[in-house]
């Protein structure tokens, strides 16, 4: 248990400094020093920097593929997409250090293909709900991976407009983007 504990502390004192400092310009040194555990004992967790912030990446994605689970039991529709979406933009409001490494972390040269391979069981389904919402004629008949792009695009933009403004408002967003997928004859 004292292990995790320590580990855990890591990843929340690597979290804290990458927001604050950025990536590029936090050592291992400071993430120790405001872990409170010495140095090697980061090397004890992680092979080196890399693997933190790769393990850090994927650490919070699956808290988010917790969100996912609802959806897998469900199909694809108006009301299982609209709870899917609040729920993520939710966890993006009030998880804001969290969903601001997460922007860094996508567009660094740490999130690659094998990190991603990590999570490919979330990415097949995500397909596989879409191809099913096309197919029964909810979702327009657009190019799956465009539909996941535009979902992401569209959370993470909502997310900060929502932070920045602290707007209350969640439906129109939702409505906004739904109607840029919806099928349509």
Known sequence: MVLEDKKERILEAALKLFIEKGIDNTSIAL?????GVATGTIYY???????????LGISIKEQRLV?????????????SLEKFWMENVEW???NPDKFK???????????????????SDFGKKSLEL??????????????????????????LFTVQ???????????????????GI????
């Open 101 to 119: 490494f997460i922007m860094q972390f996508d567009l660094s040269p740490y999130h690659t293909e094998d990190t991603e391979a990590k999570l």
């Open 31 to 35: 993430i120790s020093k405001e872990a």
């Open 67 to 79: 969100i996912f689970q609802d959806l897998i039991k469900s199909s694809v529709g108006y009301e």
């Open 130 to 155: 879409i191809e099913d919402g096309i197919k029964n004629k909810i979702l327009d008949d657009l190019p799956p991976k465009y539909i996941l792009d535009f979902f992401s695009a569209h959370f």
């Open 182 to 185: 919806k099928y349509t004859n």
């Open 92 to 94: 993006g409001v009030n």
């Open 45 to 55: 967790y992680f092979e080196n920097k890399v693997d933190l912030i790769r393990d």
């Open 161 to 179: 407009y929502i932070i920045q403004t602290k707007t209350k408002e969640r439906k129109i967003f939702f409505n906004t983007f739904f109607n």
